[in-house]
Structure formats: C-alpha cells, structure tokens
C-alpha cells in the first residue's frame, strides 16, 4: 500500500522568512496530493491540493510543488506570519469507488518566531 | 452551516467497555471516513463509506465496526475497548475529492 514519508517533524522559521515542508509517496498509481493545516484542538483543514496532471499550484502566499518521477511534493509558505503556525499534514491518495482513501505523513510543526 | 459535527468531543472508558461515535455532515457529501490520529504517526485510516449502503476497512480497523445510517450519518463503534485505542478520532466528508473534517473526539481508555 502506499506510504507517505514527511520532513521535518519540526520547523522554526523567523516571522516574514520562508518555510519548506517536504513528502514523498511509494505508490506511482496516487494522483491526489492534499495538504492540511491542524491548529491546537481542531481538525485537519484543507489549505491547498493538486493533482498528478499539474506540477505547481498556488495560492497567495502558498504554493505546492509536485515531482511525479521522483515521487515527491513540497509545501512552500513565503512571508510567514504568527498565524502561520500550526502542524501542517501531507497526503496523497487515489480514488477507489468515489472515495479518497488518504494516506497521511507523520506531520510538521511550523513554529514562527516574531 | 455545521459541515462535520462530531459527539461526544471528550470521552473516558474504562477496558472492556463500549460506545458509540457519532458524526453527521450536512454538505450532502456521498463519502464519509473514520481517522484516529496519535502522536509522531498522522492521521490512519480506520473505514471509510464510498457511499450509502457501503462500507470498507481502512488501515487499522481491528476492534472497530462502523455503521453508515443515512447518506448523512455514519457511527463508529468500540465494542470491548481497550487502552491502545486511547487516541483523537475524526470524521470526514467528501462530495468529490476533497476531505473535510469534524473538530475530533479525544478518547481516553483506562
């Protein structure tokens, strides 16, 4: 089955730098690529997606970046702000019967420093 | 509009006892899911309903059974609970692709 590896498990970056978060996936059939954003005591939200079919997507100040030969995607966050801090999720999955059965990495948390 | 409504949020068995999970969604999504998240390891799978009417188990689905009641409501229960599955659990919708989640139950098995 697929597998979702995750790094790093903790980032520091000062408040207006940039912060990377990366994953990798095994299974070459996944063609869904979420991202999500858990503060303390929520759920998980969706902050971006892409598909196999598109290799960069963005949004404001949030962009994801997706290598299909190398099997790897990327959370890239510019101009960070204290609100920016939470644990961020990687996912990637493939849809079986019009379900998306989400196989999530281990998480980061995103620390900005004022 | 509630999205994904959990309940209970906070829980407390002892081994051996049961309960009930319930979770609703509003958005008239086909598919719902079941995740348990526990510390260093994300979000794992647990069963997942594609549609009404069907059901299937995830990636850890021992000492769980689901039940999806209605296109809007689907149940996760503990028959005979034990300490390992002390964890958050959070449902999930979804209409197409993407997922959005309830706010969690956090269950504690003692």
């Known amino acids: ?114 | 509009n509630a999205g994904v409504t959990q309940t209970p949020k906070f829980q407390v068995l002892k081994t051996g006892q049961s309960m009930t999970l319930q979770c609703a969604q509003d958005m008239n999504h086909n598919s719902m899911y079941w995740y348990r998240q526990d510390p260093g390891m994300g979000l794992r799978l647990i069963y997942y309903s594609a549609s009404e009417g069907t059901t299937d188990k995830g990636e850890v689905p021992n000492g769980y059974n689901v039940s999806r009641l209605n296109k809007r409501e689907f149940s996760l229960r503990l028959e005979s609970a034990a300490p390992s599955q002390t964890s958050v659990y959070f449902c999930a919708s979804s209409g197409a692709e993407k997922l959005f989640f309830g706010s969690g139950t956090q269950l504690s098995v003692l």
């Open chain 1, 1 to 114: 089955g697929e597998n979702v590896e995750q790094h790093p498990s903790t980032l520091s970056v000062q408040e207006g730098d940039s912060a990377v978060i990366k994953c990798t996936y095994s299974d070459s059939a996944s063609n869904y690529f979420p991202w999500y954003k858990q503060e303390l005591g929520k759920g998980p939200q969706l902050i971006i997606d892409i598909r196999s079919n598109v290799g960069e997507k963005k949004d404001q100040r949030i962009a994801v970046t997706l290598n299909k030969t190398a099997k790897h995607f990327s959370l890239h966050i510019t101009e960070t702000q204290p609100e920016d801090s939470a644990v961020y999720f990687c996912a990637a999955s493939m849809g079986i019967q019009g379900a998306q059965k989400l196989v999530f990495g281990q998480g980061t948390r995103l620390t900005i420093n004022p």
